[in-house]
């Protein structure tokens, strides 16, 4: 069984203006059940398929749109019902005076869209395979390969070649609360798994949180410690609580 995948792809091969585009994404599969080779003869179909498209040639041409001097058929033929692999897209160029009246010319959409496949030529035959090459889409859009450091990418990026140190400034307010916590005034706990007599049996106290109140006792902030610290007795701990803006 053999499969051919085909979609297609405009490109300018002289001149200025619109330079080449992507191909279509979109793509028609044929599937052969025979044990022979076979012949495929395509047509674009669908009046006004590419509204935009315009011979610049003509004398009613308006100046808008886009055109293109070549049309090419990019095809590959898969075995097993496999999908196509994005390495080995062939092309094969269809571009003759029957599209563009004349050599060189840009392709009229309208001979395009309504078309003769035998007339036009659009037939393409296995024999093709052999002597078609590889589609490159790098090559096709000037696009850098990866040892080309010379050759503008995408939005014409320049490659720079050294090193460079950067910072980032910003500016930071920050408030900063000292806080000392004493035994001698948070020497008992509320917690009833807790010793409640501190005299002859002192409770375990451990710090693991710390509360900011303003003046009409409103909490305004927490800050929790990221490990407990045991308050022990005699001892004062000196707590640094920042908030940052």
């Avoid at 503008?152 to 950067?166: C, H, K, S, V």
Wanted: glycine share 6%; proline share 4%; with cysteine.
């Amino acid at each position: 069984m053999c499969i051919r995948d085909r979609t297609y792809t405009f490109e300018n091969s002289s001149g200025s203006g619109y330079t080449s585009t992507l191909p279509c994404q979109y793509y028609a599969k044929l599937t052969n059940n025979t044990s022979t080779s076979k012949d495929v003869q395509f047509r674009i179909s669908d009046v006004d398929l590419l509204p935009y498209m315009r011979k610049e040639e003509l004398s009613e041409y308006d100046g808008m749109g886009w055109s293109a001097k070549n049309f090419k058929l990019l095809y590959q033929i898969t075995t097993d019902n496999n999908r196509p692999s994005p390495d080995a897209w062939k092309y094969h160029d269809f571009t003759t005076t029957g599209l563009t009246a004349t050599t060189g010319a840009t392709i009229n959409p309208k001979i395009l869209e309504i078309q003769n496949p035998t007339a036009l030529g659009f037939s393409l035959n296995y024999t093709n395979s052999y002597t078609d090459k590889v589609y490159s889409i790098m090559d096709s859009l000037g696009m850098a390969h990866n040892s080309d450091h010379n050759t503008l990418q995408f939005g014409d990026e320049r490659f720079f070649y050294g090193n460079i140190n950067t910072y980032i400034g910003a500016t930071i307010y920050k408030t900063m609360f000292d806080v000392n916590v004493a035994s001698s005034e948070f020497n008992a706990t509320t917690n009833p798994t807790r010793s409640q007599v501190s005299s002859t049996n002192p409770p375990n106290i451990k710090v693991s949180e710390v509360a900011i109140y303003d003046s009409a006792k409103n909490l305004v902030c927490i800050g929790k410690l990221s490990t407990p610290v045991a308050l022990l007795a005699g001892n004062t701990i000196m707590l640094e609580l920042s908030m940052d803006f």
